[in-house]
């Protein structure tokens, strides 16, 4: 029996079908289809073990096509006896130019297919927009589209917004994780949630850990991390499983964070390696990054490193303040920006211990004519207004001396102030520190100069052209004498 050409409806197929496991029925030949259909129907059945025509889902994934079976897919698809509601055709190597020859079908018979499955093709954006044509006709009842990974860019995002925005009634279900949204893709579509015509209910554009992330991130913000361009976490302390989701979320492309700020969240030199891990996979947008007062140390610090040997790494300010780095992470970052010159303008490196050649050998990097680095910054607000000051008064900067001489220059409270917070900073290797005798005064010695010689122990000397007595006076020799040894006291 032909019956070829005829629409079924429902439950044709199946009343006719029966009839061939009836052994009272003679009948051998039951043909509902054309050629290239019933050759499709050979290959589905030998596959799945089922007659297509009597399924309503068909996953032929991991199955590698080509254009001839290709074409019998689409001439099954477009035939009325089919009746399938989901096609998953995930990783079949299909093309840009199979995927016209699909869309076709779906165009000729739109009105069963729910579910499209087209993930791990590389359709791109040619592809996309065969689909948009199919999304666009008012026919298409289309509700659950799936594209993840399928190299498609923001031109394709920009289609697909567009195709939705003109017949928005039927699709619900968006798949787009693994692409690449460009600057406005993900907005494009995300918009579109807004629109009270469309039925769109999930746009689902990252994998699961990024995806928690996202909504851990808006929870906290109030706003999509993926619609951002700065994000700050500071003082949440994240743990492990946060940070993982935090790498996945900035490993993804639909992530355009430029500014990431994580001070004082807690991260540890294992969590560090996790997101530098994630930088080194997806470099490209991430201009500034805040690591300060976490305990990243000197592993955290040579996994930074990694990422800025990285000729693909566009990091601009990184700031690293207060993170108990030593000299020898001084030495890696310097090592590291020379090996990749290119892109890092400011390092803020405040509050950690260089040791004796840290800061050389990062201040040697600014004489480079090959690095941009601009600013380099070892020093807390008064620290730095006292080098500057001391630059200006002894031609060098203070951080390279181990002598001071401001003999003869009237500090008064501020400066003494400035000068304490310099003797506090690790930064500052002085060993030498001569004060002229009218300088101070009894209210800055005793706490400005007294915290910053109790907050850098180091065993050195002072000398000053006032009297023993005097110091005693205004409360100084005690202060000082505990840190310095007092040498050379001449009489005012």
Known sequence: MDLTGNDPGQSGVKELSDLLQDPNCQLKTLRFLGPAADEACQYVTGIVGKNPLLLRELNLSEHELGDTRVNQIAALLQDKHCQLNTLNLCNCSITEKQCLILTSALKSNPSHLRELNLSENQIKNTGVNHLCDVLKDSHCKLERLRLSDCSITEEGYKALASALRSNPSHLIELDLTGNDPGQSGVKELNDLLQDPNCQLKTLRFLGPAADEACQYVTGIVGKNPLLLRELNLSKHELGDTRVNQIAALLQDKHCQLNTLILCRCRITEEQCLILTSALKSNPSHLRELNLSENQIKNTGVNHLCDVLKDSHCKLERLRLSDCSITEEDYKALASALRSNPSHLIELDLTGNDPGQSGVKELSDL??????????????????????????????????????????????????????????????????????????????????????????????????????????????????????????????G
């Not at 207004?385 to 220059?409: D, M, W």
């Not at 915290?451 to 020799?477: C, D, F, K, W």
């Open 366 to 491: 600014l004489q480079d004519p090959n690095c941009q680095l601009k600013t380099l910054r070892f020093l807390g607000p008064a620290a730095d207004e006292a080098c500057q000051y001391v630059t200006g008064i002894v031609g060098k900067n203070p951080l390279f001396l181990r002598k001071l001489n401001l003999s003869e220059h009237e500090l008064g409270d501020t400066g003494v102030n400035q000068i304490a917070a310099l003797l506090q900073d690790k930064h500052c290797q002085l060993n030498t520190l001569i004060i002229g005798g009218k300088i101070l005064s009894s209210t800055s010695i005793g706490p400005s100069v007294q915290h910053g010689l109790s907050g850098n122990v180091r065993r050195s000397q002072i000398e000053s052209y006032t009297s023993r007595s005097a110091l005693t006076q205004i409360g100084a020799a005690p202060i000082i004498s505990n840190m310095f040894d007092i040498q050379d006291f001449k009489s």
